[in-house]
């Protein structure tokens, strides 16, 4: 019964943690009126280039 408690509490810290920056990212575009366009990293994240391995 511990390693099932233990792996439900992982879980529900690992939602409620998660769940923290969508929330926050959806309130803050929620109030906005305008189309912010992709340059806003909360929508059109962008991730760094990668070295060309030839």
């Given amino acids: 019964m511990n ?4 792996v439900v509490s992982t879980l529900a810290v690992a ?3 998660l769940g923290f920056p969508v929330t926050c990212s959806f309130l803050a ?6 189309d ?3 340059g806003c990293w909360w929508c059109h994240p962008h991730l760094p280039h990668r070295r060309n391995a030839r």
Avoid at 3 to 6: D, H, P, Q, S
Avoid at 29 to 34: D, F, I, L, P, V
């Fill in 3 to 6: 390693t099932v408690l233990y």
């Fill in 15 to 17: 939602a409620v943690l």
């Fill in 29 to 34: 575009h929620a109030r906005t009126e305008h």
């Fill in 36 to 38: 912010h366009g992709p």
